[in-house]
Antibody
Framework: EVQLVQSGAEVKKAGESLKISCKGS????????IGWVRQMPGKGLEWMGI????????RYSPSFQGQVTISADKSISTAYLQWSSLKASDTAIYYC???????????????WGQGTLVTVSS | DIQMTQSPSSLSASVGDRITITCRAS??????LHWYQQKPGKAPKLLIY???SLQSGVPSRFSGSGSGTDFSLTISSLQPEDFATYYC?????????FGQGTKLEIK
């Protein structure tokens, strides 16, 4: 069964850096776009960006461009979301999710990770 | 960015009711519209993709319709496990924006 397993909860201070991960298994990791979605406390879902692990083609939402970096290491089937300098407003749950169709970013997210809670104190 | 607007933002209903949630896009998105269900503390779950296709394993009481800018999600007979928050999402163009969500509560 397809699985996306995310790294554990993080507690950080404002200004610190952070990299969280999402490991895919039981499917061809390089062939499916992987995305990141933010959910701030008590709020809705926000699409941050996606990456195609096969060639690391990456697309960002303008709201997150320059604020985070999305990357992937296809040798270990893992995608990453990183911050160079966290803010208190980055406190949220971050989900990774896989696009449904091989090679396409026009389909929905069909498999989701369990979420990583990032808490940033000021 | 394409804006997705759901209505209502919240809805109170009873087990056995038929309910409809609507989602409107700020421009035409063809049928690149998907619906998710999220329960507290859980990741979202895909229900309907491409406006009207039922995701594998999802009960047939869920259905979707629409194209262009106006879409709807219908639950034909609410079950206790259906009380959750529902989101629409477009994948016509990046960023693949979500609606603000509709919280379905028990009356």
């Amino acid at each position: 069964e397809v699985q996306l397993v995310q790294s554990g909860a993080e507690v950080k201070k404002a200004g610190e850096s952070l990299k969280i991960s999402c490991k895919g298994s039981e499917y061809s990791f390089t062939g499916y776009w992987i995305g990141w979605v933010r959910q701030m406390p008590g709020k809705g879902l926000e699409w941050m960006g996606i990456i195609y692990p096969g060639d690391s083609d990456t697309r960002y939402s303008p709201s997150f461009q320059g604020q985070v970096t999305i990357s992937a290491d296809k040798s270990i089937s893992t995608a990453y979301l990183q911050w160079s300098s966290l803010k208190a407003s980055d406190t949220a749950i971050y989900y990774c999710a896989r696009h449904q169709e091989w090679g396409s970013s026009f389909q929905p997210f069909d498999y989701w990770g369990q979420g990583t809670l990032v808490t940033v104190s000021s | 960015d394409i804006q997705m607007t759901q209505s209502p933002s919240s809805l109170s209903a009873s087990v056995g009711d038929r309910i409809t949630i609507t989602c409107r896009a700020s421009q035409s998105i063809s049928s690149y519209l998907h619906w998710y269900q999220q329960k507290p503390g859980k990741a979202p779950k895909l229900l309907i993709y491409s406006a009207s296709s039922l995701q594998s394993g999802v009960p047939s009481r869920f259905s979707g319709s629409g194209s262009g800018t106006d879409f709807s999600l219908t639950i034909s007979s609410l079950q206790p496990e259906d009380f959750a928050t529902y989101y629409c999402q477009q994948s016509y163009s990046a960023p693949n924006t979500f609606g603000q969500g509709t919280k379905l509560e028990i009356k």
